[in-house]
C-alpha cells in the first residue's frame, strides 16, 4: 500500500538521495567523489562558511517586499505545478554542496546544468524558470538588490514548507558568484548507488555528522528519479543476475512493471568506481532507461508526514536507490532511521538544522560576489 503511488502514475515525486548524473533530479544529492566536489577555483574571491555574515531579513530596509514576493511567487508557481518543489530543492542542494551557496549553479555557462536543462523530463527545467521569473519581478521592485542566492535559498525554504517539512531559518545577505563553471567535470557528482561510506564521507566533507546526514536525506521524501538509476538493483544486483536481497519483495515487483528489464543493462557505474559522464547521452538516447519514477512516499499519507516515511520505508527495505538503503546498513545512521521513523518532532527540528547549515555553506557576503540582473548570467557579461 506504500507503494499505491507508484502504480498510479508513470511519473511522480521523490528523491532527495541521488546522484547527479545530468538527468537525475533528487531533491538533495548525493556527492561521493570528495576530489571532484572541492571547492572549484575561483578568481580571487575568499569563501566564507561562517553565518554570522549573514542577517535574519537583511533586505528589511533595501527591499522590504523581497521575502513576502519570493514566498507568494513560490506559492502561486506550486499549485500550478507542484513538481517545482523538488527542484528547486535539488538546486539548492547542488550549489551549496559543490562551491558554496552562491548560485553558481544557475549559470547559463554551466556546462553540467547546461546539459540538464535540454534533458528531457519537464521537471529538470521548473527550478531554473521559477528563480528567473522571481528575479525580474523582484527587478521590477528593487534592482540590483537581491542576490540569486537569496532568492535560492528562500524559494527552497518555501518549497519544503510546501510539501509537508518544517520551516527552517534563512538568514540572508548571500551574493553570487561572479564567475561562470570553466570546467563541467568539476560538477561530476558519483551514482546514487554510492554505499554508505562514501556518502558518509561525502557530507563529512561538507561538515554534515551521519546524524545531519540521515536528516537531510529525509527531503528524499519528495522528488524524482530515473530507472536507470536503480535497474540494476531490480534485476542484476552486482552482477549476481539477482535483485538486491535488500530491496522489499513487494516493492521489487512494483518498480518491475514500472522499469521492465532493458537489454542494455550494465553494472552500475558505482561498482566499478566510475559515474558516467555529464556530457554522456546515452541514457537519454535509450528510452527505457529515461523513464521516471515517482518516489513519494507522502502523496497519500498527506503532508503530514515528510520525512517519516521515508524513514518508515528504509526499516521495511523500501529504499529505491541503493544510497537511500544503506542508511541502515551501519548501525551509525540506522539508528537515526528508526528515531525519525518513529519521532516526528524530532525529525522535523534535525531537518531544518540541517537545512540551515547547508544554506550556510562558503557563502559570499559583500564587498565579494555581486547581485546579477538575471540569475542565469553574471553582471560583466551585459
Ligand atoms: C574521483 O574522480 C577522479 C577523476 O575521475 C579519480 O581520479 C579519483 O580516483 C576519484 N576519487 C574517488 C575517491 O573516487
Ligand atoms: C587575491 O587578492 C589578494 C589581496 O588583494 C592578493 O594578495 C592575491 O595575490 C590575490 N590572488 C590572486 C590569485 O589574484
Ligand atoms: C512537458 O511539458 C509539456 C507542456 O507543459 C507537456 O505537453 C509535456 O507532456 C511534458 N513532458 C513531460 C515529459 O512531462
Ligand atoms: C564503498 O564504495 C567505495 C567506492 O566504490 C569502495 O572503495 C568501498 O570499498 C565500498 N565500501 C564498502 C563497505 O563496500
Ligand atoms: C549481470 O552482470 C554481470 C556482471 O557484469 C554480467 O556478466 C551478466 O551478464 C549480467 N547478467 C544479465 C542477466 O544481464
Keep these: 500500500?506504500?507503494?499505491?503511488?507508484?502504480?498510479?502514475?508513470?511519473?511522480?515525486?521523490?528523491?532527495?538521495?541521488?546522484?547527479?548524473?545530468?538527468?537525475?533530479?533528487?531533491?538533495?544529492?548525493?556527492?561521493?567523489?570528495?576530489?571532484?566536489?572541492?571547492?572549484?577555483?575561483?578568481?580571487?574571491?575568499?569563501?566564507?562558511?561562517?553565518?554570522?555574515?549573514?542577517?535574519?531579513?537583511?533586505?528589511?530596509?533595501?527591499?522590504?517586499?523581497?521575502?513576502?514576493?519570493?514566498?507568494?511567487?513560490?506559492?502561486?508557481?506550486?499549485?500550478?505545478?507542484?513538481?517545482?518543489?523538488?527542484?528547486?530543492?535539488?538546486?539548492?542542494?547542488?550549489?551549496?554542496?559543490?562551491?558554496?551557496?552562491?548560485?553558481?549553479?544557475?549559470?547559463?555557462?554551466?556546462?553540467?546544468?547546461?546539459?540538464?536543462?535540454?534533458?528531457?523530463p519537464n521537471l529538470s527545467l521548473k527550478g531554473f524558470d521559477v528563480l528567473e521569473t522571481i528575479?525580474?519581478?523582484?527587478?521590477?521592485?528593487?534592482?540590483?538588490?537581491?542576490?540569486?542566492?537569496?532568492?535560492?535559498?528562500?524559494?527552497?525554504?518555501?518549497?519544503?514548507?510546501?510539501?509537508?517539512?518544517?520551516?527552517?531559518?534563512?538568514?540572508?545577505?548571500?551574493?553570487?558568484?561572479?564567475?561562470?563553471?570553466?570546467?563541467a567535470a568539476g560538477r561530476e557528482l558519483p551514482a546514487p548507488q554510492a554505499n554508505l561510506s562514501v556518502v558518509l564521507r561525502s557530507f563529512a566533507s561538507k561538515g554534515f555528522t551521519a546524524r545531519e546526514t540521515v536528516a537531510l536525506l529525509g527531503a528524499h521524501s519528495i522528488g524524482i528519479t530515473h530507472c536507470e538509476f536503480f535497474e540494476d538493483r531490480l534485476y542484476n544486483f552486482s552482477g549476481t543476475g539477482k535483485p538486491d536481497p535488500e530491496l522489499n519483495p513487494v516493492l521489487l515487483q512494483e518498480l518491475k512493471t514500472k522499469c521492465?528489464?532493458?537489454?542494455?543493462?550494465?553494472?552500475?557505474?558505482?561498482?566499478?568506481?566510475?559515474?558516467?559522464?555529464?556530457?554522456?547521452?546515452?541514457?537519454?538516447?535509450?528510452?527505457?532507461?529515461?523513464?521516471?519514477?515517482?518516489?513519494?512516499?507522502?502523496n497519500e499519507g498527506g503532508q503530514a508526514d515528510f520525512g517519516i516515511r521515508y524513514y518508515r520505508g528504509l526499516m521495511q527495505k523500501k529504499g529505491v536507490m541503493f544510497a537511500d538503503q544503506q542508511l541502515m546498513a551501519k548501525d551509525e545512521t540506522a539508528r537515526w532511521v528508526r528515531a525519525y521513523a518513529h519521532d516526528s518532532q524530532r525529525f522535523r527540528k534535525d531537518f531544518a538544522k540541517a537545512m540551515t547549515k547547508l544554506t550556510n555553506l562558503q557563502i559570499l557576503t559583500a564587498p565579494l560576489g555581486e547581485v546579477r540582473k538575471q540569475c542565469s548570467k553574471v553582471l560583466n557579461t551585459f
Design 1 to 120: 500500500m506504500d507503494f499505491v503511488g507508484l502504480s498510479l502514475l508513470s511519473f511522480v515525486v521523490a528523491l532527495f538521495l541521488g546522484l547527479y548524473t545530468g538527468t537525475f533530479e533528487p531533491a538533495i544529492e548525493l556527492a561521493g567523489n570528495l576530489s571532484l566536489s572541492e571547492k572549484r577555483p575561483m578568481k580571487n574571491e575568499s569563501v566564507k562558511q561562517d553565518s554570522e555574515l549573514l542577517t535574519e531579513n537583511f533586505y528589511r530596509e533595501s527591499c522590504p517586499s523581497a521575502e513576502r514576493i519570493i514566498r507568494s511567487s513560490i506559492r502561486v508557481m506550486y499549485d500550478a505545478k507542484p513538481g517545482i518543489a523538488p527542484s528547486l530543492v535539488r538546486l539548492l542542494f547542488h550549489d551549496c554542496f559543490i562551491g558554496g551557496c552562491d548560485a553558481s549553479v544557475l549559470l547559463d555557462t554551466d556546462k553540467a546544468f547546461a546539459s540538464e536543462k535540454e534533458a528531457p
Design 260 to 298: 521492465p528489464f532493458s537489454a542494455s543493462i550494465s553494472p552500475p557505474s558505482a561498482t566499478t568506481g566510475s559515474t558516467p559522464s555529464l556530457d554522456d547521452k546515452t541514457y537519454t538516447a535509450v528510452p527505457l532507461k529515461s523513464m521516471v519514477i515517482d518516489l513519494s512516499f507522502n
Design 135 to 183: 528575479k525580474s519581478k523582484l527587478e521590477n521592485v528593487c534592482p540590483g538588490v537581491v542576490s540569486c542566492a537569496d532568492i535560492l535559498a528562500l524559494a527552497a525554504r518555501e518549497s519544503v514548507q510546501l510539501t509537508g517539512g518544517p520551516r527552517f531559518l534563512v538568514k540572508t545577505g548571500r551574493r553570487d558568484r561572479t564567475t561562470a563553471l570553466k570546467d
